[in-house]
């Protein structure tokens, strides 16, 4: 199974972002598909994800609630990132959770000056 994440960047404060994440290879029905990031010293953490099981229901880290958006189609997995901060600069990495096995994409960084 590979990821191939696209979209990352530097933008001032305020600006916009969208990521791109396509998963391909033989894999069984995916489960979930989102992104994690990962700031320097710093834990990875969840960003936002479609729950495919669960009609795809979305979710969202508290931080970015009413900035970014997500959205999948098929084994493609979007998202929409406005009203950028600082505090969103970090790698941001696409996952896809299928039948117990996560699968990780290359990471792409995104960089907000002030």
């Known amino acids: 199974v590979q990821l191939q994440a696209s979209g990352g960047g530097e933008v001032q404060t305020g600006g916009s972002l969208d990521l791109t994440c396509t998963a391909s290879?033989?894999?069984?029905?995916?489960?979930?598909m989102g992104w994690f990031r990962q700031a320097p010293g710093n834990r990875r953490e969840v960003v936002a994800g479609?729950?495919?099981?669960?009609?795809?229901k979305t979710v969202y880290n508290d931080a970015v609630k009413g900035r970014f958006a997500i959205s999948r189609d098929k084994n493609t997995v979007h998202l929409q990132m406005t009203d950028l901060k600082p505090g969103d600069t970090a790698v941001y990495y696409c996952?896809?959770?299928?039948?117990?096995?996560?699968?990780w994409g290359q990471g792409t960084l995104v960089t907000v000056s002030s």
């Open positions: 996952n896809v959770d299928s039948k117990g096995s996560r699968y």
């Open positions: 290879g033989t894999m069984f029905a995916i489960d979930y």
């Open positions: 479609v729950q495919t099981t669960e009609k795809n």
